[in-house]
């Protein structure tokens, strides 16, 4: 179990690469207000849970 559970985290990170996604985020709404910057971190973390969501579901159909 503990094998998996790396094995996604690693997986997870390699895939995301949440801290160039974090420094991208913040040169891309350096001039944002805090709402709005709040409003599209919101936006982006369903869209990526969605799309995260939809291929874990799915993808091994998609691609066979």
């Known amino acids: 179990m503990l094998e998996i559970a790396v094995l996604s985290f690693t997986t997870f990170f390699a895939t995301v690469s949440p801290i160039d996604v974090a420094i991208l985020f913040g040169a891309l709404s350096a ?7 709040r409003a599209m971190a919101i936006k982006g ?8 969501t939809v291929f874990a579901v799915f993808g091994r159909d998609v691609l066979g």
Do not use: G, Q, V, Y
């Open 45 to 52: 973390t369903l869209i990526a849970t969605l799309l995260l």
């Open 31 to 37: 001039k944002a207000t805090p709402e709005r910057k």
